[in-house]
């Protein structure tokens, strides 16, 4: 029998048998269906961003949890926002521990956002931007309109 704790416990038949097991188990593999179906039908993106609008502003909302403020690059070149996220491998697989499994990425990710529709509407110099529980936050200034 495999020393695997995948194989250990999906293999051993005396768990096989029981109700409670079987349940967990057609989840697992029902996730893991789900998952491969998702990567052949929509290719994942990191980070996940939001955007928003406000009278003043545009805010873009990103998550980054566990990502330092030093591996983060933000720049716009021809009304083209990046975010470039260095996200380094953390892992606690050692002597000690042995990893079996992990759905994590690491490397180096970009996010394009382009801004070319509001670029009459923006002012790029007034960019500002906030890290706080792993969620950052990108402010971008409207230019004031005058009254009609």
Do not use: A, W
């Not at 020393?3 to 109700?19: A, H």
């Not at 980070?47 to 805010?59: F, G, K, R, T, W």
């Not at 994590?104 to 956002?113: C, L, Q, T």
């Not at 002012?123 to 931007?129: A, E, H, L, P, V």
């Amino acid at each position: 029998m495999s020393s695997s704790i995948f194989n250990l416990l999906f293999n051993n038949n005396e768990y096989l048998n029981c109700n409670k097991f079987n349940i967990i188990k057609e989840s697992i593999q029902n996730e893991s269906l789900d998952l491969e179906l998702n990567q052949n039908q929509k290719k994942k993106v990191y980070p996940l961003i939001e955007i928003n609008e406000s009278n003043d502003s545009y805010i873009i909302v990103v998550e980054l949890p566990g990502i330092p403020i030093e591996h983060i690059k933000i720049s716009i070149k021809n009304f083209i926002l990046t975010l470039r996220i260095h996200k380094t491998n953390q892992n606690i697989s050692n002597e000690k521990y042995k990893n079996i499994f992990s759905d994590r990425k690491f490397g180096i990710f970009e996010r394009n956002i382009n801004l070319q529709q509001v670029k009459d509407n923006i002012i790029i110099g007034t960019i500002s931007s906030n890290l706080e529980n792993g969620i950052l936050t990108l402010k971008i200034n409207k230019k004031k309109t005058p009254p009609i």
